[in-house]
């Protein structure tokens, strides 16, 4: 499985309002991979829009005005799309995340969650990372403090990285697959 997403919140706090694509195993031997465009607003559920394909190039945003955020994305390759306005009282505003990562899946009553197997990307790009603070000018990611984020497996003495993240180039950085990992039980924090 793997996920690549944009989002507000959730590098210093509990909730994340987010959009993406991703990959999962289904059908009836959960062998078959699905690709699907998504949007959450964390800890709600996440609601798949449409499905997409590999090779798609998608435009994805997370807006927020007036005390509501926008999650949209356009499937620049098919012309899909798929816009959702909500509110979170809860959001924070503090970080905006660019992800290429292991999604964690849980169980209906969230008891027992897991980071997933990475599946085999190959190489992904994310291009048009900007961002604007309160209204501000929109300026690109290499203006704010900003934080490469690798994916690690836990071993037995230590950790091992599953992807090679490549440095933030302007508006742009890219990601390459090393190995898949193993399944993770995690915990998921509080809910808001």
Not at 9 to 30: A, L, R, W
Not at 37 to 56: I, K, R, S, T
Not at 102 to 129: H, I, V, W
Not at 142 to 149: E, R, V
């Amino acid at each position: 499985l793997t996920s690549n997403w944009v989002g507000i919140d959730g590098y210093n706090d509990q909730t994340v309002e987010q959009d993406g694509t991703s990959v999962v195993c289904g059908g009836p031997t959960h062998m078959t991979p699905e690709y699907e465009a998504w949007y959450e607003m964390f800890p709600g559920p996440l609601a798949n829009v449409f499905v997409v394909h590999p090779g798609d190039i998608i435009d994805i945003s997370v807006t927020y005005a007036s005390g509501a955020f926008t999650m949209a994305e356009t499937d620049l390759t098919t012309g899909k799309t798929s816009s959702v306005t909500a509110k979170n009282a809860s959001a924070e505003r503090d970080s905006a995340e660019w992800i290429i990562e292991r999604p964690a899946y849980c169980n209906s009553t969230e008891t027992k969650c897991y980071l997933t197997q990475l599946a085999d990307f190959g190489s992904t790009s994310m291009s048009g990372a900007t961002a604007s603070v309160d209204g501000g000018a929109v300026q690109s990611a290499t203006h704010f403090n900003n934080s490469g984020i690798d994916m690690f497996c836990p071993i037995k003495k230590g950790l091992i990285s599953l992807d090679t993240v490549g440095p933030l180039s302007g508006e742009s950085f890219g990601a390459t697959w090393d190995r898949s990992g193993t399944i993770t039980p995690i915990t998921l924090g509080p809910k808001s």
